[in-house]
C-alpha cells in the first residue's frame, strides 16, 4: 500500500511554478495491478518516480507500507567503471542482502551477458545493458514493481522469458505501470489512474480510464 | 536451440536459489544507512584507484612523491627552518594531513554528481555518499601515515609520533573539519553553478598560508596572527607538535579548532537539511 498525503509537487520554470500534482491525498492498494495515463508532459514519469522515493514531494508524504521496487528497466542506476558483478553486489548490499553469491550467479544467468558479467558496463551494448538490468530488478521480491515502459528487453525469445518470469512474480506481487501501448496497458492492469490538470482520477476499472484518455 | 534449453531450468533454480536470501524483515532507517554506506565504500574503493594503471598504490605514491620532492628542495637549507625538526619528518607531518584535508573536501565536493546514476535507488541519500566518502579517505589517510612512519623508521628517522592520541586525536577533528568544508562546498556547488570556480581559486592558495612547509615560528611576530584565523593552522601545528618531540607551537589552541569544527558542522548539517531534496533533483 502506497499513500500519497496531501502531496503537491512542482517544477519551477521561467514562467513560474509547473505543477505535476496540487494537493493530491490518495491511497494506492497493494493488491491492484495499476495503468498511470496521462498525455505526454502530464508528470506520469515524476509520479513514478514520487511513488518509488526517488524523488520527494514539494509537499505533503508519500509513505510506503512494503516493499517497491526502483523503476524497473531504466538505464541508469549503474556504475559505468564498475563490472556488471560489481554493480549487482552494490544492489544487494544498499538492499540489506548480505550472502550476494547467489544473486550474482542468477543474474548471470538470466541477462545471458556470459562473460561480459565480469566487464565494466560502459562496455555494454544497449541490448546487454537492458537485459542486463532486467535480470538485476527480478533478482529481488517485491511486493510492488514500478515499471516505466518495460518488456522492450531483447531479441524476442529474450523478450519471452521477461514477460515469462515476470507473470510468475506477479502471482505475489502486483504492478503499477506507465505506458502509451493501450494493449498491453488492457493485458497487464485491473485499475487506470488518470494524471491530468494536476490531479489524479482514479477508475476502478482500466477499460474506462483509457476511454476517457483517448477522448482526451 | 541450445541456448533456449538451458535457459529454462536455470530460470527455476534461480527462483529457487533466490528465495531464502532476502530477508523479510523491515530494516530500521539506521541499518539501510549502514548498508547503503558500506556498499557505496566498495564502490569507491573499486572506483577509486581503478582506472590508475598502478592502482592502489597511487594513494601512497602521491603524498610519496611530494614529500621526496619537498625534502629534496627544503633539505638542502639544513634543519634551521624547521624549528630543529629533520625535514623529511617535518614535511610529511605537515604534508600528509594537509593532503587529506584537500583529498576530502574535493572528494566530498563531487560526491553528488559522481554517485548521480545510483539516486535512482531511494535507499541511496547524498548523506550516505559522503559518509562513505568520508571514510575511505580517512581510512587511507591513516593507512598512507602508517607506511610512511614505516618508511622513515626504515631511513634512521625518529618518525614514531611523540604523542600517537594527540596525532589521531587532531587528524581526525581536522578530518571532520574537512567533512563540513566538502559539504558546504557540495551544496553551494549544486545551488550555484558558479560557485564551484571561487571555491577552486579558494583552495589553491591553501597550501601556501596553512604553514604546511614552514612552522608557524617563522612567521614574525606581528604577523602571526593573521594566520591564526586560518584553523588549518592550528591542525598542522597541533599534529607536528604531538608528532616531532620537542617541537613546540605556543601560540596555537586546539579550543579554537574544535569551535571550528564543531560551528562548520553544525551549519554543514543545517544546510543538508534545508536542501538535500534539491541535491538529488539537480
Known amino acids: ?216 | 536451440m541450445r541456448a533456449r534449453l538451458s535457459a529454462g531450468p536455470f530460470c527455476d533454480i534461480g527462483l529457487l536459489m533466490l528465495k531464502p536470501v532476502l530477508n523479510q524483515t523491515p530494516r530500521s532507517s539506521f541499518q539501510v544507512l549502514r548498508d547503503v554506506t558500506f556498499g557505496l565504500l566498495i564502490r569507491e574503493l573499486k572506483t577509486r584507484f581503478g582506472s590508475y594503471r598502478l592502482g592502489y598504490a597511487w594513494a601512497l605514491l602521491d603524498p610519496l612523491l611530494m614529500i621526496g620532492l619537498f625534502s629534496a628542495i627544503f633539505g638542502m637549507r639544513g634543519h634551521s627552518g624547521f624549528g630543529g625538526a629533520p625535514a623529511p619528518l617535518f614535511i610529511t607531518a605537515g604534508y600528509l594531513p594537509f593532503i587529506f584535508f584537500k583529498n576530502v573536501v574535493s572528494k566530498l565536493q563531487s560526491a553528488v554528481n559522481a554517485n548521480k546514476g545510483l539516486f535512482c535507488y531511494r535507499q541511496v541519500t547524498p548523506f550516505s555518499t559522503f559518509i562513505a566518502r568520508f571514510i575511505l579517505e580517512t581510512i587511507v589517510g591513516m593507512m598512507v601515515g602508517g607506511i610512511l612512519i614505516l618508511g622513515l623508521l626504515w631511513f634512521g628517522f625518529d618518525a614514531i609520533p611523540n604523542d600517537p592520541l594527540q596525532v589521531l586525536l587532531i587528524y581526525l577533528l581536522l578530518m571532520i573539519f574537512s567533512f563540513s568544508l566538502g559539504i558546504v562546498f557540495c551544496i553551494t556547488g549544486n545551488l550555484v553553478n558558479e560557485a564551484e570556480k571561487f571555491l577552486g581559486l579558494l583552495m589553491m592558495p591553501l597550501m601556501f598560508i596553512s604553514c604546511v612547509m614552514y612552522p608557524l615560528a617563522s612567521i614574525p611576530a606581528q604577523y602571526q596572527h593573521w594566520f591564526l584565523w586560518n584553523p588549518l593552522v592550528h591542525a598542522l601545528e597541533l599534529i607536528r607538535s604531538g608528532w616531532i618531540a620537542g617541537y613546540v607551537s605556543p601560540n596555537v589552541s586546539w579550543t579554537y579548532l574544535f569551535g571550528v569544527t564543531l560551528i562548520l558542522l553544525t551549519f554543514a548539517m543545517s544546510s543538508y537539511r534545508l536542501s538535500h531534496r534539491r541535491l538529488i533533483a539537480s
Open chain 1, 1 to 216: 500500500m502506497i499513500v500519497l498525503d496531501n502531496v503537491s509537487k512542482y517544477y519551477p520554470t521561467k514562467f513560474g511554478r509547473n505543477y505535476v500534482l496540487r494537493d493530491v491525498s490518495i491511497t494506492l492498494p497493494r493488491d491492484r495491478n495499476i495503468g498511470i495515463l496521462g498525455v505526454n508532459g502530464a508528470g506520469k514519469s515524476t509520479l513514478l518516480r514520487l511513488l518509488g522515493g526517488m524523488d520527494m514531494p514539494n509537499k505533503g508524504k508519500v509513505t510506503r507500507h512494503c516493499r517497491v521496487s526502483w523503476p524497473l528497466a531504466l538505464n541508469g542506476g549503474f556504475q559505468g567503471s564498475m563490472t556488471g558483478r560489481e554493480n549487482t553486489r552494490f544492489v544487494c548490499r544498499i538492499h540489506g542482502v548480505r550472502d550476494t553469491q547467489a544473486i550474482e550467479e542468477w543474474v548471470k544467468e538470466f541477462s545471458e551477458i556470459g562473460q561480459h558479467f565480469e566487464l565494466p558496463i560502459k562496455g555494454y551494448s544497449s541490448g546487454m545493458r537492458s537485459k542486463f538490468s532486467f535480470a538485476v530488478s527480478m533478482a529481488f521480491d517485491f511486493e510492488i514493481y514500478l515499471t516505466d515502459e518495460i518488456m522492450s528487453v531483447g531479441d524476442a525469445r529474450f523478450k519471452q522469458k521477461c514477460i515469462d518470469i515476470f507473470n510468475q512474480k506477479r502471482e505475489t506481487a502486483s504492478l503499477i505501470m506507465v505506458s502509451h501501448d493501450m494493449k498491453n496497458l488492457r493485458q497487464q492492469c485491473d485499475m487506470g489512474i488518470l494524471l491530468r490538470n494536476s490531479a489524479l482520477e482514479v477508475f476502478d476499472n482500466i477499460d474506462d480510464a483509457i476511454r476517457i484518455y483517448q477522448n482526451l
